[in-house]
């Protein structure tokens, strides 16, 4: 740390020393001019300088300026007292009324600047401590080096209760965990609400960190019923925490805020248990995360960004049925990055949507030309993220892109995953339908990768089901896999879908999925992704 500077604390005390000194050479000129020039309005602005100054305290530090001033206060009281006793004169008395009235306005005043700084750091829903007030009292500990955990924990499902329920649902359901949190962190820390469903504990040092959160946990997830319009609802919680300690992990507490909430995302993505401790390979991941979200940018920005399309085959006549555009970066250097690596990064924040439309466009732009020939009909397949399909202006985008490249929307298909259902199911839902209204394709990629309910699947009007390579890998060693493919088949066909498998190696898996009526193939075994002239050729060859 900065142990060169002068600390805060230091500052603090240099500013109250300071202001005694003045207050109390105050104090001594206002008794030398009483006793050489008995002027007494000179005297009444010596005073109101000598209350301006105890202000002054209590404003940097309520508690300390307070307990300065007062007893300055006093000491000038007993003094201008003791001149009224021991002289026998009234002369002072007019001091003494101020001196009184001063010392009830600093109590007072005390009061009010109490209450505003304690209204500045406390959240109005919870009654804990806010954002603020937890950086001050992470600010405090950090300088006195006491060592201390922080628990980061977010409410994982609370969004569905806000959604669902309704807001005031969700206000008495926040309630009602802040006081659980409260009563479980009794002498063992602080809790903290900096955002809408994100809670920071600040855990004493000497306290096993995973063993509290882990029992924290348990109690957030217990049962929390809610009263409604004469009924009651009953909520469940999965909450997730990560964990960061001072001083081994950082020494600020901006890094030790992001660390947990590193920690915190890492349980939550990999539900490999709801506790995660920040670790240096997180650090690491961190670091990388960094690196390639700058690359997407650069990519973006000098065109480091191209695409490749896989063909995709019917599968009983080995016709083009079209492409899958994949994205492909190449950076200055030469390098690949593989889309593996930074479509994740990028659809961590909002870098995915400018992606999504450099593709969209690309690939429209790519193909208008020969899309649009006599005798030539292909699907052109685009990867679209769950963000941009749970977006409210999503269709317009698509529609404008379509116009601009005067591009047929029947020989275009947006692919989704299963993920567009986990935020927006209602918007994803309106926008899939508006889509196959204008007439585009849709298609729902990597089926049997993901975990949500069939009643939702069942809402969505698509087009195609892509059954994930994971599922067809090794399909004619492993004969209860092949039942299970055969069943996601027929369970396409029942949607009123065609299916199509991604990721088949060779012609026993084509062969297999043949007799078990999967409609189409994409895989190595057929073709790799293809540059764009050799698919365009592809796509001439068929049509004549
Ligand atoms: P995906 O959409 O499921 O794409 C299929 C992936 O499987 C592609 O990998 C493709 O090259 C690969 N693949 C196809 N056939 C075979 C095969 O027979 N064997 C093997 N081992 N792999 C095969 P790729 O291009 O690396 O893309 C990975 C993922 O990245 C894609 O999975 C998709 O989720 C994402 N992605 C790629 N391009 C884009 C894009 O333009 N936009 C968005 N949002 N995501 C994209
Ligand atoms: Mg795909
Ligand atoms: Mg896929």
Redesign the pocket.
Known sequence: MNSGKLNYKTKINIFFVFMAFLYLSCHFWMGYFDRTLPVAPFNGVLMAVQFAICLLMIRKDSKKGYIVSTVLMTISLIMMTSNIIIRHVLSPLPGVCNMIIYLFALFFLTKQFEYREKDAITDMLTGLTNRRGLFQQLDKKIIAQEPFHIIYVDLGNFKFINDNYGHICGDFVMMTLASRMKQEMQNKGTCSRIGGDEFVIVLNGDLEPGKVAESLLTKLGEKITVPMEGSTIDCYLTSYAGISSFPKDAENYEDLLKYADIAMYKALREHKGRISFFSKEMHQTLNRQVEVEKLIKEALESGFFY??Y?PQYSIHNKKLRGF?????MKRSDGVFV???EF?PI??NGEL?LS??DF?LNRAMNDFKDIVNREGVDFVVS????AKNIGNNGFVNKVKTIIEQNNFPAKNLEI?I?EYCLVDSVDIAIQNIKELRAMGVKVAL??FGTGYSSLSNLAKMPINLL?I??SLVDDIEKNSKRREFVNTVISLGHQMGCEVIS????NETQVDILNADHCDFV????WS??LELDTAIDLAKEEAS
């Open positions: 695409l490749v896989q899958e555009a994949l994205l492909r593989s889309p593996g479509i990028a659809e995915i992606i999504d593709v685009i990867n679209i993220s692919e995953t990629d990597d892509k994930d390579k991604e990721g088949v190696e994409q895989g190595f075994v790799k992704p």
